[in-house]
């Protein structure tokens, strides 16, 4: 079965960019890399504001791509909080609308080093709840030296957004999101990729309470959380199943996609069904971004 990756990057620009010795990975390269991995469709994320790298990309770069490899790509177009004049009050309704118009399934990943329930995001939230846009976010510890929607320990934040906003579906990414699966974590190593046994942790709390949160599992921060305790991992994957999804967090060519493989086997040595196989790789996809027929 091939699978759908839910978060990748990519740029037509390829060496043509500020990046300092990171390769970034063409169109036709991550095509390539798909066909290695057995994955048939990917969604384009842009990178869009200024913190997360040296170069920011626009929502018509990653439309254009997407449009010029329609076989393989979906895309996501990026709104800044800010964006719309600066104005806690923008009707970013017009945006996101204008975008979802031409094909946009979704928003983010959200990089913007803002605390997840100031204003501004709140009315970000808002209107992309308003909308129908499920938001994939990067989440951050600290203002500054990092990117990505801050909270605190214990993402009490993110948790009041989901219950102020519950038909918003949010996507959590990144380090700081899936440390909090195990309670253990601390200030010091929320922002890593902290090993050992979990014990259930805010993530799982969070879970239970709010049906719209969903887990991206890309990156090495989605691999560790489920590969740090795997009899955990299975157990997680028996309760949420429905709403976990792969993802690769593809940006450069030159990466190990070690969950696609830790999948395959958690799944051959039947240590998780066939069903949820299925709903994690692929079938999730389907459902949460309306892909049928496409
Ligand atoms: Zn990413």
């Keep these: 079965m091939k699978k759908i990756d839910v978060h990748a990057h990519s740029t037509m620009w390829g060496d043509n960019l500020p990046t300092f010795g990171t390769p970034l990975i063409s169109p036709e390269k991550l095509k390539e890399r798909y066909n290695e991995l057995n994955i048939e469709k990917g969604f384009i994320l842009p990178l869009l504001s200024p913190e997360s790298r040296n170069f920011v990309q626009s929502n018509e770069e990653i439309e254009y791509i997407a449009n010029n490899n329609a076989d393989t790509f979906f895309w996501f177009c990026n709104i800044d909080a800010r964006m719309g004049g600066n104005n806690k009050e923008s009707d970013l309704s017009k945006l996101l609308n204008y975008y ?17 329930d ?19 976010i990067h989440m951050s510890p600290e203002k500054y030296g990092c ?55 805010a993530v799982i709390r969070i879970m239970r309470e709010c049906p719209n949160l969903y887990c991206d599992l890309s990156a090495g921060s989605g691999y560790n959380a489920l590969s740090r305790d795997e ?4 157990k997680f994957i028996e309760e949420f199943g ?37 709903k994690i790789c692929r079938e999730n996809a389907i459902k949460i971004f309306d892909l049928k027929g496409e």
Excluded at 100 to 108: D, N
Excluded at 245 to 274: H, R, V
Aim: glycine share 10%.
């Design 100 to 116: 979802k118009e031409k094909g946009a399934k979704g928003v983010g990943e959200i990089t913007a080093n803002m605390y997840i």
């Design 147 to 201: 990117y990505g929607v801050i909270d605190d320990l214990g993402l009490g934040r993110l948790e009041k957004m989901l219950k102020k906003y519950p038909k918003l579906k949010i996507l959590g990414h990144s380090q700081c999101f899936w440390s909090e699966i195990d309670s253990g974590v601390t200030v010091e190593n929320r922002n890593g990729y902290p090993k050992g046994k979990v014990v259930e942790g």
């Design 242 to 278: 429905e709403r976990l999804l792969f993802g690769t967090d593809f940006y450069m060519p030159a990466q190990n996609i070690l969950l696609a493989e830790w999948l395959d086997a958690a799944y051959k040595n039947s240590c998780i069904t066939e069903e949820n196989y299925k």
């Design 118 to 136: 100031e204003p501004f995001m709140d009315n970000l939230f808002y209107h992309c709840e308003k909308c129908e846009m499920p938001v994939t």
């Design 231 to 234: 009899d955990f991992a299975y």
